[in-house]
């Protein structure tokens, strides 16, 4: 019995996952947000710094939908800094690449003055390796 929670369970983390990075690709940072906090509070996690990272981004991200430079800025450096953490893909994504984009986007709000200049195209979407 002990065997098919944890094959529930494993299910059902996977699936907070993959909502939060389908919520975060429509540009839903606080729902994004809320599946992952849910996946981080709720269950023991080899990788919780990973999924903190992501946390940290999509709030972060959500910051700069309401005109927050400051806390966007705080944000997205403790999630790259979470995500130094690890190389090589995680969860099916290429680390490196998030690393990437957060640099980018970092540079940016460093780079405009009014938070309501952001650039979203540069916020890229989050893609599995196997797509």
């Known amino acids: 019995m002990k065997l098919n929670m944890n094959i529930k369970e494993d299910k059902v983390k996977e699936h907070l996952f993959f909502r939060g990075v389908n919520s975060f690709n429509k540009r839903r ?7 992952w906090e849910d ?13 903190q990272g992501f946390i940290q ?16 800025i705080n944000l997205l450096n403790k999630s790259l800094n ?3 953490l690890f190389k090589g893909v995680q969860r099916r994504i290429d680390v ?21 200049d952001f650039n979203w195209k540069i916020v890229k979407e989050i ?3 196997d797509e």
Request: net charge negative; charged share 25%.
């Open 29 to 35: 940072f606080y729902e994004a947000h809320e599946f």
């Open 39 to 51: 996946l981080w509070t709720e269950y023991r996690l080899d990788d919780d710094k990973l999924v």
């Open 57 to 72: 981004l999509s709030v972060g991200c959500f910051h700069i939908t309401n005109s927050n430079k400051r806390g966007a």
């Open 82 to 84: 979470k995500f130094k």
């Open 96 to 116: 490196l690449s998030i690393t990437a984009n957060i640099n980018d986007i970092l540079s940016h709000l460093n780079y405009i003055d009014k938070v309501e």
């Open 127 to 129: 893609r599995y390796i």
